[in-house]
């Protein structure tokens, strides 16, 4: 999958600015697709070229003027076509601290240990804001009437498939520490 795809999808929340993008990319499709500020603007600016964005300058006060993005028609047509293509193959995992934990029994096991409950730390707040943006997309309903109701179901699905995998790097990381620990426990015991 493109940047762009990923950026068609949040500029379907609306007219937002790429200061906004960046921000708020965390609150929509980062938890599936990540990107810096810089390949944002980037990004942006290809699609402006390729006629699948629109900018209008805003005049600020004491501030730089800023530019906001909406998609127009092209890049509306760009996201049916893309949503009709299947899917790539499934991610695959390339995360340092799985290689690390690999290597626990030869490397430095206490500090593959504080990775861990540093991810699961990460985890934990990904998790709370991901449940204040579920609440404030609920507004109140239940989640039977949201999806009735709604306009857009989309970002509810994937935000629900980011609060799993965080549930899940939770789930994993209480078992990581507990066999992490055992293990120690064990080594110490034959020591003694």
Request: charged share 30%.
């Amino acid at each position: 999958m493109a940047l762009r795809n990923a950026v068609m999808a949040a500029l379907l929340e609306g007219e937002a600015s790429g200061y906004d993008l960046a921000k708020g990319f965390d609150a929509t499709v980062a938890n599936f697709w990540t990107a810096t500020p810089q390949q944002l603007y980037r990004e942006l600016e290809r699609m402006e070229a390729d006629g699948l964005v629109t900018a209008r300058v805003v005049e600020q006060r004491r501030r730089p003027n800023k530019r906001l993005f909406s998609l127009t028609e092209a890049g509306r047509e760009a996201v049916r076509a893309y949503t009709a293509q299947p899917p790539g193959r499934p991610a695959v995992i390339r995360d340092e601290l799985l290689v690390k934990v690999q290597c626990a029994d030869a490397g430095d096991v206490e500090a593959v240990r504080a990775a861990v409950v540093e991810r699961m730390e990460w985890a934990t707040a990904k998790l709370a804001r991901y449940e204040r943006i579920r609440q404030r997309l609920l507004g109140g309903r239940s989640e039977e009437a949201y999806f009735a109701e709604a306009e857009r179901i989309g970002p509810y699905l994937t935000l629900l498939r980011g609060m799993s995998f965080e549930r899940e790097n939770l789930h994993w990381g209480d078992m990581a520490l507990r066999r992490l620990d055992q293990r120690a426990q064990a080594i110490t015991q034959r020591i003694d």
